[in-house]
């Protein structure tokens, strides 16, 4: 009977476990099977690796940021994205303020919450409009904050109908520090490809230092391995960020 007792305690101990909620370090991505789906943000609970997920026609990828709170969580569906959730906190990070849901046609909703927790507003976008007003957000030169984070967004919602917006905005954009214009690179590389090759073989002329390291990242990017005679020309750029890339863009390109 003791015995019996035992086995049971046991297997109840090992249902708790597959249902705990996991917990991860700021970073990420991270990758789960399964997720609690009554508290937003929305907790994962099975822990896997990225190659454990992709194997599998459901998984779902997050990112801890702050404080170690989620800021990210998406589902895919037989390796295309199914939805994705942004979670913005108040400063300190104690306070969730407003969540907003990305379908996969790139609708998004807005969901804004009180200290308890509890929705006070909700607002829905279009993925038309939303394109429309992340464009005219490029052009905001007042602070490069503002256009690298629609540059991202519109990599995201695969919208290349905005690629000439970025690009302008990334030649006419005005800075402050040496750590804008990185995030340009990334939604470049996904709306233009290879098909953005000459452009940037233009741009590595340019007298923006930041202008020329995108560029360089781009044609890494998209294996743009006949831009190598080119990037070499900029082994010895004044700039350290230019040199970097460079180096970089050479290593990926097999040069070396």
């Given at each position: 009977?003791?015995?019996l007792?035992?086995?049971?305690?046991?297997a109840l101990?090992?249902l708790?476990?597959c249902?705990?909620?996991?917990?991860?370090?700021?970073?990420?991505p991270?990758y789960?099977g399964?997720?609690d789906?009554?508290t937003?943000?929305?907790?994962?609970?099975?822990?896997?690796?990225?190659?454990?997920?992709?194997?599998?026609?459901v998984?779902?990828?997050?990112?801890?940021g702050?404080?170690?709170?989620?800021i990210?969580?998406?589902?895919y569906h037989?390796g295309?994205k199914?939805?994705?959730d942004k979670?913005?906190?108040?400063?300190d990070?104690?306070y969730?303020e407003?969540?907003?849901?990305t379908a996969?046609n790139?609708?998004?909703?807005?969901?804004?919450?009180?200290?308890?927790?509890?929705?006070?507003?909700?607002e829905?976008?279009?993925?038309?409009a939303r394109i429309?007003?992340?464009?005219?957000?490029l052009?905001?030169?007042?602070?490069?904050?503002v256009?690298l984070?629609?540059?991202s967004e519109l990599g995201?919602?695969?919208?290349?109908?905005?690629l000439?917006?970025?690009i302008?905005?990334?030649?006419?954009?005005?800075?402050?520090?040496?750590?804008c214009g990185?995030?340009?690179?990334?939604?470049?590389?996904?709306l233009?490809?290879?098909?953005?090759?000459?452009?940037?073989?233009?741009?590595?002329k340019?007298?923006?230092?930041?202008?020329?390291?995108?560029?360089?990242n781009?044609l890494s990017?998209?294996?743009a391995?006949?831009a190598?005679p080119?990037?070499?020309?900029?082994?010895?750029d004044?700039?350290?960020?230019?040199?970097?890339?460079?180096?970089?863009?050479?290593n990926?390109?097999g040069?070396?």
């Amino acid at each position: 009977m003791k015995y019996l007792i035992i086995l049971f305690v046991i297997a109840l101990l090992g249902l708790a476990s597959c249902g705990q909620e996991e917990k991860y370090p700021q970073g990420g991505p991270y990758y789960s099977g399964s997720f609690d789906g009554n508290t937003i943000p929305f907790r994962p609970i099975e822990k896997l690796t990225e190659e454990e997920a992709k194997s599998r026609p459901v998984y779902y990828v997050v990112v801890v940021g702050y404080k170690d709170r989620i800021i990210s969580f998406a589902k895919y569906h037989n390796g295309k994205k199914e939805f994705s959730d942004k979670y913005i906190y108040t400063y300190d990070a104690k306070y969730l303020e407003r969540r907003e849901l990305t379908a996969s046609n790139g609708d998004i909703q807005t969901d804004y919450f009180d200290k308890s927790g509890k929705i006070i507003k909700t607002e829905k976008e279009t993925r038309n409009a939303r394109i429309k007003r992340l464009i005219i957000q490029l052009e905001d030169n007042k602070d490069w904050d503002v256009p690298l984070v629609a540059a991202s967004e519109l990599g995201e919602l695969d919208a290349k109908e905005a690629l000439p917006a970025i690009i302008k905005a990334l030649k006419n954009g005005k800075r402050s520090d040496c750590t804008c214009g990185y995030a340009m690179d990334e939604a470049i590389i996904k709306l233009g490809g290879k098909a953005i090759i000459p452009e940037m073989l233009k741009l590595l002329k340019s007298k923006d230092w930041v202008v020329r390291m995108v560029a360089v990242n781009v044609l890494s990017g998209v294996g743009a391995k006949e831009a190598i005679p080119q990037i070499q020309k900029l082994a010895k750029d004044p700039e350290e960020g230019v040199r970097g890339a460079v180096s970089n863009a050479l290593n990926e390109l097999g040069d070396r």
